[in-house]
Protein backbone atom coordinates (compact mmCIF):
# COMPACT_ATOMS: atom_id res chain seq x y z
CA UNK A 1 0.00 0.00 0.00
CA UNK A 2 1.37 3.19 -1.12
CA UNK A 3 1.77 6.12 1.56
CA UNK A 4 -0.68 8.59 0.26
CA UNK A 5 -3.08 5.32 0.25
CA UNK A 6 -1.94 4.51 3.78
CA UNK A 7 -2.40 8.55 5.02
CA UNK A 8 -6.16 8.11 3.42
CA UNK A 9 -6.90 5.41 5.26
CA UNK A 10 -5.77 6.75 8.66
CA UNK A 11 -7.21 10.04 8.27
CA UNK A 12 -10.46 8.15 7.10
CA UNK A 13 -10.17 5.54 10.29
CA UNK A 14 -9.39 8.23 13.07
CA UNK A 15 -12.59 10.22 11.44
CA UNK A 16 -14.42 7.31 12.40
CA UNK A 17 -13.31 7.33 15.91
CA UNK A 18 -13.12 10.47 16.47
CA UNK A 19 -17.15 11.05 14.89
CA UNK A 20 -18.81 8.06 16.32
CA UNK A 21 -20.73 7.46 19.39
CA UNK A 22 -18.58 4.53 20.42
CA UNK A 23 -16.96 1.37 18.59
CA UNK A 24 -17.07 -2.40 18.76
CA UNK A 25 -13.85 -4.40 17.86
CA UNK A 26 -13.94 -7.84 16.67
CA UNK A 27 -11.79 -10.65 15.08
CA UNK A 28 -13.31 -12.06 11.76
CA UNK A 29 -10.77 -14.64 10.73
CA UNK A 30 -12.56 -17.51 8.90
CA UNK A 31 -15.73 -15.44 7.90
CA UNK A 32 -16.62 -15.46 4.05
CA UNK A 33 -17.36 -12.45 1.96
CA UNK A 34 -20.82 -13.16 1.97
CA UNK A 35 -21.06 -13.70 5.99
CA UNK A 36 -19.65 -10.21 6.19
CA UNK A 37 -21.85 -8.76 3.76
CA UNK A 38 -25.15 -10.52 5.37
CA UNK A 39 -23.08 -8.71 8.96
CA UNK A 40 -23.05 -5.47 7.30
CA UNK A 41 -26.55 -5.76 6.60
CA UNK A 42 -27.37 -6.09 10.47
CA UNK A 43 -25.77 -3.19 11.36
CA UNK A 44 -26.95 -1.05 8.63
CA UNK A 45 -28.40 2.21 9.87
CA UNK A 46 -26.60 1.72 13.62
CA UNK A 47 -23.23 0.83 12.87
CA UNK A 48 -20.98 0.59 10.06
CA UNK A 49 -18.45 -2.85 9.64
CA UNK A 50 -14.85 -1.91 8.40
CA UNK A 51 -11.87 -4.23 7.99
CA UNK A 52 -9.02 -2.82 8.80
CA UNK A 53 -4.83 -3.57 9.35
CA UNK A 54 -4.08 -3.03 13.05
CA UNK A 55 -1.01 -1.02 12.22
CA UNK A 56 -2.85 1.73 10.52
CA UNK A 57 -5.85 1.40 13.35
CA UNK A 58 -3.24 1.97 15.92
CA UNK A 59 -1.52 5.11 14.36
CA UNK A 60 -5.74 6.47 13.76
CA UNK A 61 -7.00 5.58 17.09
CA UNK A 62 -3.91 7.36 18.66
CA UNK A 63 -4.61 10.50 16.45
CA UNK A 64 -7.47 10.46 18.37
CA UNK A 65 -7.15 9.94 21.32
CA UNK A 66 -7.98 6.84 22.04
CA UNK A 67 -5.01 4.69 21.47
CA UNK A 68 -4.53 3.47 24.89
CA UNK A 69 -8.40 2.41 24.94
CA UNK A 70 -7.94 0.14 22.01
CA UNK A 71 -4.35 -0.98 20.87
CA UNK A 72 -4.49 -3.97 23.17
CA UNK A 73 -7.59 -5.53 21.16
CA UNK A 74 -5.93 -4.74 17.81
CA UNK A 75 -4.28 -8.31 17.24
CA UNK A 76 -5.15 -10.86 14.55
CA UNK A 77 -7.62 -10.24 11.95
CA UNK A 78 -9.41 -7.13 12.87
CA UNK A 79 -12.75 -5.36 12.21
CA UNK A 80 -13.84 -2.29 13.57
CA UNK A 81 -17.98 -1.68 14.16
CA UNK A 82 -18.18 2.18 14.41
CA UNK A 83 -21.52 2.81 15.87
CA UNK A 84 -23.19 6.01 14.27
CA UNK A 85 -26.64 5.00 14.96
CA UNK A 86 -28.17 3.07 18.53
CA UNK A 87 -25.26 1.65 20.29
CA UNK A 88 -27.69 -0.95 21.99
CA UNK A 89 -28.79 -1.80 18.91
CA UNK A 90 -25.28 -2.14 16.84
CA UNK A 91 -24.31 -4.21 20.00
CA UNK A 92 -27.58 -6.75 19.72
CA UNK A 93 -26.70 -6.91 15.94
CA UNK A 94 -23.35 -8.34 16.65
CA UNK A 95 -24.10 -10.64 19.40
CA UNK A 96 -26.80 -12.17 17.01
CA UNK A 97 -24.28 -13.02 14.40
CA UNK A 98 -21.48 -14.08 16.76
CA UNK A 99 -24.18 -16.58 18.28
CA UNK A 100 -24.78 -17.93 14.68
CA UNK A 101 -21.48 -17.36 13.62
CA UNK A 102 -18.68 -18.22 16.39
CA UNK A 103 -15.97 -17.09 14.09
CA UNK A 104 -16.71 -13.27 14.63
CA UNK A 105 -15.13 -12.51 17.85
CA UNK A 106 -16.16 -9.52 19.95
CA UNK A 107 -12.81 -8.58 22.01
CA UNK A 108 -13.86 -4.99 23.26
CA UNK A 109 -14.87 -2.13 22.52
CA UNK A 110 -14.91 1.99 23.04
CA UNK A 111 -18.05 4.21 24.50
CA UNK A 112 -17.58 7.62 24.91
CA UNK A 113 -13.73 7.65 25.76
CA UNK A 114 -13.82 5.00 27.54
CA UNK A 115 -12.59 1.24 27.13
CA UNK A 116 -15.15 -1.47 27.05
CA UNK A 117 -15.15 -5.14 27.54
CA UNK A 118 -16.18 -7.80 25.50
CA UNK A 119 -19.14 -8.51 28.32
CA UNK A 120 -20.13 -4.91 28.76
CA UNK A 121 -20.39 -5.24 25.27
CA UNK A 122 -23.09 -7.68 25.96
CA UNK A 123 -24.35 -5.61 28.51
CA UNK A 124 -24.60 -3.20 26.18
CA UNK A 125 -27.16 -5.20 23.78
CA UNK A 126 -29.10 -5.97 26.77
CA UNK A 127 -30.24 -2.30 26.81
CA UNK A 128 -33.83 -1.50 25.22
CA UNK A 129 -34.01 0.19 22.03
CA UNK A 130 -33.24 4.19 22.06
CA UNK A 131 -36.46 5.47 21.22
CA UNK A 132 -37.94 3.57 23.82
CA UNK A 133 -35.88 5.01 26.19
CA UNK A 134 -36.60 8.39 25.35
CA UNK A 135 -40.52 7.34 25.54
CA UNK A 136 -39.72 6.42 29.07
CA UNK A 137 -38.10 9.58 30.32
CA UNK A 138 -40.69 11.34 28.36
CA UNK A 139 -43.16 9.98 30.21
CA UNK A 140 -41.73 10.13 33.40
CA UNK A 141 -41.50 13.81 32.73
CA UNK A 142 -44.92 14.41 31.66
CA UNK A 143 -45.98 12.95 34.86
CA UNK A 144 -43.63 14.87 36.94
CA UNK A 145 -45.51 18.32 35.12
CA UNK A 146 -48.80 16.46 35.46
CA UNK A 147 -48.16 16.47 39.07
CA UNK A 148 -46.87 20.08 39.16
CA UNK A 149 -49.56 21.39 37.37
CA UNK A 150 -52.44 19.88 39.80
CA UNK A 151 -50.58 20.97 42.53
CA UNK A 152 -50.43 24.76 41.42
CA UNK A 153 -54.25 24.59 40.11
CA UNK A 154 -54.86 23.15 43.40
CA UNK A 155 -53.62 26.20 45.44
CA UNK A 156 -56.57 28.98 44.25
CA UNK A 157 -59.43 26.38 45.84
CA UNK A 158 -57.46 26.50 48.86
CA UNK A 159 -56.90 30.19 49.32
CA UNK A 160 -60.51 30.29 48.71
CA UNK A 161 -61.57 27.77 51.18
CA UNK A 162 -58.84 29.11 53.85
CA UNK A 163 -60.50 32.48 53.08
CA UNK A 164 -64.38 31.74 53.89
CA UNK A 165 -62.77 29.67 56.82
CA UNK A 166 -61.61 33.29 58.49
CA UNK A 167 -64.71 34.93 57.07
CA UNK A 168 -67.31 32.46 58.95
CA UNK A 169 -65.29 32.84 62.43
CA UNK A 170 -65.16 36.54 62.19
CA UNK A 171 -68.62 36.98 61.55
CA UNK A 172 -69.45 33.92 64.54
CA UNK A 173 -67.54 36.21 66.72
CA UNK A 174 -68.95 39.83 65.80
CA UNK A 175 -71.89 39.68 68.07
CA UNK A 176 -69.74 39.33 71.36
CA UNK A 177 -67.70 42.22 70.70
CA UNK A 178 -70.98 44.62 69.80
CA UNK A 179 -71.74 45.74 73.40
CA UNK A 180 -68.12 46.83 73.58
CA UNK A 181 -68.48 49.22 71.02
CA UNK A 182 -71.60 50.81 71.94
CA UNK A 183 -70.86 51.39 75.70
CA UNK A 184 -69.97 55.01 74.98
CA UNK A 185 -73.84 56.24 74.22
CA UNK A 186 -74.44 54.91 77.73
CA UNK A 187 -72.15 57.47 79.88
CA UNK A 188 -74.32 60.22 77.16
CA UNK A 189 -76.60 61.40 80.16
CA UNK A 190 -73.75 61.95 82.42
CA UNK A 191 -71.87 64.37 80.04
CA UNK A 192 -75.62 66.32 79.64
CA UNK A 193 -75.88 66.73 83.35
CA UNK A 194 -73.47 69.64 83.99
CA UNK A 195 -75.81 71.65 81.73
CA UNK A 196 -78.89 70.80 83.71
CA UNK A 197 -77.62 71.96 87.11
CA UNK A 198 -76.56 75.32 85.52
CA UNK A 199 -79.95 75.52 84.33
CA UNK A 200 -81.77 74.61 87.64
CA UNK A 201 -79.14 77.19 89.25
CA UNK A 202 -80.25 80.01 86.64
CA UNK A 203 -84.02 79.52 87.96
CA UNK A 204 -83.11 79.80 90.57
CA UNK A 205 -81.51 83.23 90.66
CA UNK A 206 -84.51 84.59 88.55
CA UNK A 207 -87.17 83.46 91.43
CA UNK A 208 -85.01 85.23 94.12
CA UNK A 209 -84.63 88.25 91.99
Same mark, same amino acid.
Given at each position: ?7 ? &??? +? @?????? +? ?28 ? =? ?12 ? *? /?? @??? *? ?11 ? =? &?????? *? ?7 ? /????? @? ?5 ? &? ?9 ? &????? +? ?30 ? *? ?51
Amino acid at each position: MANAEKTA &VIE +D @LAGKFR +DSSGAVLTEYRGLTVAQLRELRGNLRGNAT =FTVTKNTLAKVAAT *Q /AG @LGD *QVESMLSGPSAIA =F &VDGDVA *QAAKGLLAF /AKANP @LLVIKGG &VLDGKSLTAAE &VGKLA +DLEPREVLLAKLAGAMKASMAGAAATFNALPT *QMALLADALRAKLEAGAPAEAPETEAPETEAPETEAPEAEAAASDTETETQD
